[in-house]
Structures are given as C-alpha cells and as structure tokens.
C-alpha cells in the first residue's frame, strides 16, 4: 500500500469546511482535516506534499466531448475566432504548405470557422477551398460540427449534388467519414493522447465520450476505451449513439462495444449554427424549421428498450421540438409499468438548449438529466449573438436556462462538448455564474457540483465527485487566488470569505480575475498530471 500526506493548503471537502490536509491510501482517501492533526500522519505515510497554500479540489467532470477530433482540432488547422472568411483562406493555405498537404491527392480537416460575424457574410465555398490548397480533399467542420465547408475533391467523393452551402444532415456525415478515411488508428490514437493530456493539464480526471457510427465510427470508439484502460489519464465513460431496437438488441450493443450507455450524440437534431436544429417555429433568419434524424417513434422505441434492458439512454436535442419528442416519449413510458424503472436509469439529454418552462418541468418530473454546455452561452448569447440571430430575441432568452433548470431540480451535467468548445472547466463554470441572460445565472458551488459530482451522477456514480474518506482518489490541485464564498444572491453581485458560513470556499471566478492553475491531477491514486515548474515536487 502507498500513502501520501498533501499538508499546509485548503481542501474543498464538506467533511470539513476547514480542512487543510488529506491521507491518501492507493487509490482512496483515507482522512481529511486541519493542519494541526496532520503532523500525527507525517511518520505513517510514504509521501509528504507541501501544498505551499494551494486548493485541493475533486478532479472535473467533462460530460460531454468528442476526444479524438479535439486531439486533431489541437494539432491541425484551428479556425476559432477567426475574423474574416480571408482570413481563414489565408490560414488554410498556409497549413496546406507548411505541412506538406498542397496539392491533389492530400487531405487536410479543419474545424472551428464561424461565419456568423465575417464581414462577408458567407461560408467558404468548395471553389475556394480547392484554390487555397491546390486541389486538395479538404473537410472543415463548422465551430458546432453539424456542418462543413468540403472541397470538390470531398465532394466527389459523397453521393448526390452539392451545391455551395456547407454540407448539413446525412451528407454531412457521409463527407466526414470519406475524410476522416485517410486516418489511420495510429493517427487517431496520438490525437486521443493529445486530447486526454490536455483534459489532465485542465485538472478534468473524466470524460464522457460521446461517440457513434455518425461521428468517428466503432473502431475509433473501441480503440478510445482499450487505451483509457491501458495507460494512465483521465478516465472515459464512454456512450454510444445509435439506436437499439429491443432490449435484447441494446444489452448486445453495450457489450459488444463496452459503452456505458446508448445515447450521448444519438442525433435526434443539429445545431443552430448550421440552421439544423428542431424547431417548433422557424428560424428568424432562414426559412424553416431544421432537420430531424430520428422520429418520434424511434425515440419512444429506443428509450423503452433501454430501460427494460437496464441501460442508460440519451439523445443530443438542442430545439424544441427536438426536446419534446423525447419529453413525450418518457411522459407515455413513466405513465406504464416502466416508470420507477425509467427514473432509476437517469436517462440523458445532451445539450437540451432551448426549454421552455413546461418542458423544464418536465425534466423534473421524468427524472431526466441534463448534460449542458454552459460555454455555449458564453459564446453564442447576448444581445448579438448567434442565438438572437437564428431565434429573435424572445427565445434566445429562453436557451440554456440553467437557473430554470437547477431550481425545479433537474440534475445537471457540465461538459465542453469539445472540440465545439473548448476543455475548459473553470472557465466553464464561470460561464454559467456569469450566464449572458441575468436570471439564468447560478451560483458557483452549484456550478462547481455539476461540474464534478453531476458528471459523476450522470454516469450513475454516486460515491465520486467530492472530497470524504473513502471516496475514490481523484482530484486536482489549484494555484489560485484568494477562496470566498459566493452570498446566497440571486443577482450573484456578492462575494464573502467570512469563514463563519462554514461553506468550503472556491476561487474568486469574477471575469477580471484570473482563473486557476492546475498544478497536480491525480485519478483514483495515480498522477497523470504535474505542472512543469515542478510546484508541489
């Protein structure tokens, strides 16, 4: 057995509001308390850290990503924020180059452009691409990933007629596939390396996986766990989405690929950004009302199969009538012999963007759990955002309600859905105290909850996520300023380190303040994550 002693800082454990040390045994926590009664478990351990006043926290939860496509985002051609469609021309050409992909016969995936903002107004157009590389096969995946710019060398390769918009739906995803062909799973699994050292360097010690036939395909997916399970990093919990027809047909699903769930992106809808999310009403600026990719009948099918299979179930819905196609599939379901059955599962709805008040409590009533992206917000509301221009302004003040959502009970899932947006935790937590419509700002503990037990409880854990004995060994160690208390404030304007509300305090998160540093991640036991400066060593 190994031991280690982490002394002389702050732990955010409700076991003690004022703990400044932590035993840990292999993989468990074994104490937790002031400084005083550390000196008494200095002879008896293996390891001492001096934490030099440093914040020791549960390890993140990410909810929801896409880990081999963040891994190429972070080591390919990254089009976010890009500010001009000549712009983003002018960096294709120049990574087509530098990289020796110029010319026919290479390939070249990008992702991240938003044309919502360019001065001119328009997407790249498959003429352009082709100029820019020299004929080469080119898939750039729009920020949100319901959509791509592709080349005519893509093009060639997916059935039917294209025009010049970006390729949306099934032919969106047939593009992918014809380009993401030329991966080998090599390639794919240097780019899951990279994804799962940059979630430990962010102090995330899990990642739910969301992976499916549409999106990287089942060897991808397969290659992701056996790695996850072979070398040391942040754990997977991997969902996938398709849809399973019987009980029977769902258990030989979830085994054969070893997923937690079938549901994460099992596409009920798309995105905003790309005009493909369900509408009940159309969009403000474009005719029609986006696409859907499962009926409702599928959708009740596949959530009763799941639940008399015992299995987690779960759909991506961002629209409305995305999101009602599932609230009215569980309402029959709950309303049968499955109800208590159906609760007990947690099922899942990825997203779940825009709710009115009936369908939030909905989620209440049917037990579901919403798996959100507080960034979201952060990049797309207010005043002149995307969200205003493809609704109006009267529902985007509806979308991402997490205050609606939080205070009817709805569990609650942070997550990045990154390569979307990006692995980010604090500043995604920030995102949600400082949501761009006032009353749906919650406070930072509850962020911070869902950020670390919510993702564990969506998975169905509910011994993980939080700082006690006997708990598993997953947490991170921060470099932070000052902890404060949030005051229990609707308008979230007040702040408090009175150390009498016996409330575990959390780094100041206002938007002048710098977030945390990681300096250590450990997952159940084992560091998988130091800070190169070698703080804590």
Known sequence: MTTLLLRNGAVHSPADPFATAMVVEDETIAWIGAEGAAAAHVDGVDHVVDLRGALVTPAFVDAHVHATATGLASTGLDLTGVPSLAYALSALEDHAKRNGLYGAGHVVLGHGWDDTAWPEGRPPTPAELDRATGGATVYLSRTDVHSAACSPALLALVAGDHGDAPLA??????????????????????AQRVARARAAALGIGTVHECGGPEIAGEADFRQLLSLAAAEAGPDVVGYWGALAANADHARELRADLGAHGLGGDLFIDGSLGSHTACLRDPYADEAGTGLTHIDPEQV???????????IQAGFHAIGDAAIHSVTSAAR???????????????????????????????????????????????????????????????????????AALSAAGVPLAFGSDAPVTPLDPWGTIRAAA????????????AAFAAHTRGGHRAAGRDDAGVLVPGAPATYAVWDTTEL??????????????????????????????????CL?????????YEAADGTLR
Do not use: K
Request: with cysteine; glycine share 8%; hydrophobic share 40%.
């Open 300 to 310: 009740a099918g596949h959530l009763a199969a799941c639940t008399r299979a015992g």
């Open 520 to 528: 250590r991640t450990s997952v159940r036991g084992t560091t998988v």
């Open 434 to 445: 400082f949501h761009r419509t006032p009353e749906q700002r919650i406070s930072v503990r």
């Open 332 to 402: 029959t379901l709950v309303q049968g012999p499955d109800g208590a059955a159906f609760r007990a599962l947690r099922h899942r709805v990825e997203h779940a963007e825009l709710l009115d008040d009936a369908a939030v409590a909905a989620f209440a009533e049917l037990g579901l759990t919403a798996s959100v992206q507080p960034a979201f917000d952060a990049v797309w509301g207010g005043p002149d955002g995307m969200y205003v221009r493809r609704l109006g302004a009267e529902r985007a003040a509806r979308m991402n309600p997490l």
């Open 484 to 517: 404060v208390v949030q005051a229990p404030d609707s308008r979230l304007s007040g702040w408090s380190t009175d150390p009498r509300s016996g409330t575990p305090g959390l780094p100041d998160l206002a938007p002048d303040h710098p977030l945390p540093r």
């Open 169 to 190: 739906g099934d032919v969106h995803h047939a593009a992918r596939a014809a380009a993401h062909a030329a991966l080998t799973l090599a390639d794919r699994a240097a």
